[in-house]
């Protein structure tokens, strides 16, 4: 019989999770012979999101409940989930009913029967979603496929069910900054994508804020791609041109007094470079010290990973 493993990020969750424990147990025992289990990895809430974990745990022998000593951040947790779960299939999903339910059946069976290693949700629309955040997302996701050269497509989340090679792949990866939706591409094998509409949080509001976004984005950046320290080299290049052609100007044609402008621009473009590298710099920097990527403090599960 095949065990489908559901790993749930939750960061104070407790408004949404009785609701999304109904919904996904109610799909997963409509699905025919399979067994399963629920990892809820609790990421350091504040609120009673534990509480009504343990509550699961104890309704249900399927449920299990793993709470980080702290924030560790949505990676951390969905990483601890991978480790953790013991199924031939996996799916990651959002605690907040973002990602439909009911797709599992179809995610399941296209891994079953039609030899596809991942099948991933992709939403075709962000409605309900602030204008700024919807352009500014669109922008990154162009930004980062042009930088990376990999598959990562603007409404291709984290919501996807794949096989255990699949999982085991992205466990061999083990590095401190992760980008999931960059280890994803990484890794390859078939996907099969299952187009949904964006679907409204029931209650809560989303944990992202624009700062957290942009630094999401950053990192994305910096985990997979060299281009940007290429580009600060091109364009430092370029600007020694135009300050040569403005010197020769200067002294052949007619005296420029562009010059403290030009120093403030040219400073200022040496510190966002300097920053560019800066960024490489510290991601070496926690790679090498070795970090646990969590900390588990409280599970349910006698047989967990500590990360
Ligand atoms: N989440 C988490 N740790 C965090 C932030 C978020 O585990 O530090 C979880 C959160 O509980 C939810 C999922 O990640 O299950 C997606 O978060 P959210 O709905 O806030 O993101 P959005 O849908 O706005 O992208
Ligand atoms: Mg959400």
């Not at 999770?17 to 399979?34: A, G, Q, R, W």
């Not at 947790?77 to 797709?103: C, F, K, R, T, W």
């Not at 960024?279 to 500590?306: D, L, V």
């Amino acid at each position: 019989m095949d065990k489908i493993s559901v790993i749930v990020p939750c960061f104070n969750e407790e408004d949404v999770l009785p609701l999304f424990y109904k919904e996904v147990t109610h799909v997963l025992e409509s699905i025919e012979n399979i067994d399963y289990e629920i990892l809820f990895i609790n990421d350091g809430s504040h609120d009673h999101s534990e509480d009504i974990l343990k509550l699961l745990a104890h309704k249900n022998p399927h449920c299990f409940y793993y709470s980080f000593s702290r924030n560790f951040g949505k990676e951390a947790a969905m990483y601890a989930g991978l480790e953790n779960a013991s199924g031939d299939y996996v799916v990651i999903m959002d605690a907040d009913l973002q990602h439909p339910p009911y797709l599992l059946k179809e995610m399941y069976n296209s891994l079953k029967y039609e030899e596809y290693d991942c099948c991933a949700g992709k939403r075709i629309d962000r409605t309900g979603e602030g204008k700024l955040r919807n352009f500014l997302s669109h922008s990154f996701y162009k930004v980062i496929q042009k930088l990376t050269k990999m598959d990562m497509d603007d409404g291709a989340g984290d919501f996807r069910m794949m096989t255990r090679q699949m999982v085991n792949a992205i466990l061999e990866l083990k590095e401190y900054n992760r980008y999931m939706k960059g280890l994803f591409s990484f890794v390859g094998f078939n996907t099969k994508w299952l187009e949904f509409h964006n679907v409204e949080r029931p209650v809560g509001k989303s944990k992202w804020n624009f700062a957290s976004l942009f630094s999401y984005a950053f990192k994305g950046i910096f985990s997979f791609s060299s281009t940007p320290i290429t580009i600060a080299g091109v364009i430092g290049g370029i600007l020694i041109g135009i300050s040569c052609i403005v010197s020769l100007y200067s002294v052949f044609v007619h005296p420029v007094s562009y010059l403290t402008s030009l120093v403030l621009f040219l400073s200022g473009l040496q510190l966002i470079f300097v920053s560019i590298l800066g960024q490489y710099c510290s991601s070496c920097y926690f790679e090498t010290k070795q970090r646990p990527i969590y900390i588990i403090k409280n599970t349910n599960n006698i047989h967990k990973k500590m990360g």
